[in-house]
């Protein structure tokens, strides 16, 4: 998907963060294999046997966050039982279990991280930057019931407001605006929300983003 591949290049290049070397446990290939086929029985039995539920495969990906990624609902439903699960473990591109939930509109998952202690808010990137990505506005309702920050910025000061205009839905972005997203934000390159959706040729955005970019400036003294 285009949009995940422009976000994954940006938080490459954002993070560069050390991460946990992946481990030597030898039945790690069986783990990950486990999680690709999205085999609970077998993936159960190894965490029984004491394999970490957090072993990172080559690429640095977390198991939770690879079973996220690739659509592994079986797999995902028990590294998430585990007593050991990390669910703030963020793979070598900054991502967390959390955003993958985000971007992929997944609320069940999304619900059960945040009960684990999943964070909702974090530097640079957001789940809340994801969910407005994947165009999901009732994630976007229920990670700012939890206390995400609606104009959270990334590296470079790009807010999800701004990544709704270019990739969301109209719903994503009257969403974010009725939480008081800043409509007037610029980021490092001095683009607002309503230069993104011009970007994106979303006619929609522009509209809806031009009304609010209207309502947001003062009203001149002698005017009702």
Known sequence: MKRRRLLGLALALASASAVRAQSLDPRAGSFFRAIIQDNASVLRDLLLEGVDPNLRNDRGMPGLVLALHEDRPHAAQVLMNSPRLDPNELDTAGESALMMAALKGNLPVAQRLM??????????????????????????????????????????????????????????????????????????????????????????????????????????????
């Not at 640079?124 to 976007?140: E, V």
């Open 115 to 224: 009960a684990l202690g999943a964070r909702v808010n974090k530097p640079g990137w957001s789940p809340l930057h994801y969910a407005a990505t994947g165009g999901h506005p009732r994630m976007i309702e229920l990670l700012l019931q939890h206390g995400a920050q609606v104009n959270a910025h990334s590296p470079n000061d790009t807010t999800p407001l701004m990544m709704a205009a270019q990739y969301g839905t109209p719903a994503t972005l009257t969403a974010l605006l009725r939480a008081g997203a800043d409509v007037n934000a610029r980021n490092q390159q001095g683009l607002t929300a309503l230069n993104f959706a011009q970007r994106g040729e979303r006619p929609d955005a522009i509209k809806i983003l031009a009304a609010a970019l209207r309502a947001s400036q003062p009203t001149p003294l002698g005017h009702w």
